[in-house]
């Protein structure tokens, strides 16, 4: 992959994960719960996307076939890392769930030599200690709130399903960064509506919450995923674990500008440390 290549599918993912980034924003304006806006995002957004597939005349499943085992376990885990995480945010504070949730990057990263043989270099291993400290001056305090077994086996595997996300999705070489992301949502979706149906059940959006769920399920799913998939099939599995640091880097930024919100100094020093991880990782290195 020649250094132009390169760069078109960085800044494909980084942009995805600035779209993930203005996630609270919206949902903040949807009378939902996040269980119920997530089955919403993956209905619109694979739908959108599969029409997409469609539309192009492209789509042969005898082409995809070789890799539909990771397709679906990449749709499943997509799934069921919604799940799990919304299920910890329940059952511990939310910077505790939040906390270990992002440990799946990390984890790829760390076995990044024997799953995709890929080189840890200390500069990565500096990295990975910088982008922790960051990660915890952003969530703050964790000993704040309930604190039960089940909470943290939940949020162990929503870290665990989001690195299972990202192996099975690196593991997709010749299917399409479009038609990959149109699979898993419709997967997704799937996965979601049964935890919806059995945990609380189907509720309707309110006429206000209309235009946020659109933006929410067109750009900030389907595009962003589009984006998401391309980008992390193309890109080291080491690079794509320091990058999704961004996310919530941007989700706090984003909520600093357009919600109001105030952030500590803690917090600004947090976002500081991941950006600066992301750097020593990544530029410096290149």
């Not at 995480?85 to 030599?113: D, E, H, K, Q």
């Not at 038609?179 to 419709?186: F, G, I, R, S």
């Not at 946020?212 to 799913?221: A, D, E, K, P």
């Not at 890109?235 to 999704?244: D, E, G, K, R, Y």
Request: proline letters at 2%; aromatic letters at 12%; a positive charge.
């Amino acid at each position: 992959m020649n250094n132009k290549n390169a760069g078109i599918f960085y800044g494909m993912y980084i942009l995805s994960m600035l779209l993930f980034g203005t996630n609270g924003y919206l949902v903040a304006h949807i009378s939902l719960q996040s269980s119920q806006i997530v089955l919403v995002r993956t209905l619109i957004g694979g739908l959108v996307l599969s029409a997409m597939v469609l539309m192009q005349k492209d789509f042969s499943f005898s082409r995809i076939k070789p890799e539909l085992g990771n397709l679906l376990a990449g749709g499943i885990a997509l799934g069921l890392n919604w799940v799990t995480l919304f299920a910890a945010y329940r059952m511990l504070n939310v910077s505790l769930a939040t906390l270990i949730y992002y440990a799946g990057p990390m984890l790829v990263l760390l076995f990044s030599p024997w799953l995709f043989r890929e080189k840890l270099t200390k500069r990565k291993l500096v990295a990975v200690m910088i982008v922790a400290a960051g990660l915890l001056c952003i969530t703050g305090s964790i000993a704040a709130g309930k604190l039960s077994m089940a909470g943290l086996f939940t949020a162990i595997g929503s870290a665990l399903f989001y690195a299972g996300l990202i192996v099975f999705n690196k593991r997709i070489r010749n299917t399409s960064g479009l038609q990959t992301a149109a699979v898993e949502l419709d997967v997704a979706f799937v996965v979601v509506l049964l935890y919806v149906l059995f945990a609380s059940g189907l509720s309707y959006p309110m006429t206000a919450d209309i235009p946020y769920l659109l933006i929410i399920g067109l750009m900030n799913t389907g595009l962003a995923y589009f984006l998401y998939f391309t980008g992390m099939q193309r890109l080291p599995a080491q690079s794509v674990a320091l990058i999704s640091y961004i996310d919530p880097v941007s989700a706090l930024l984003f909520s600093a500008w357009l919600l109001n919100e105030s952030m500590t100094m803690l917090q600004i020093a947090g976002a500081v440390f991941i950006i600066g991880g992301a750097i020593v990782g990544e530029l410096v290195e290149k």
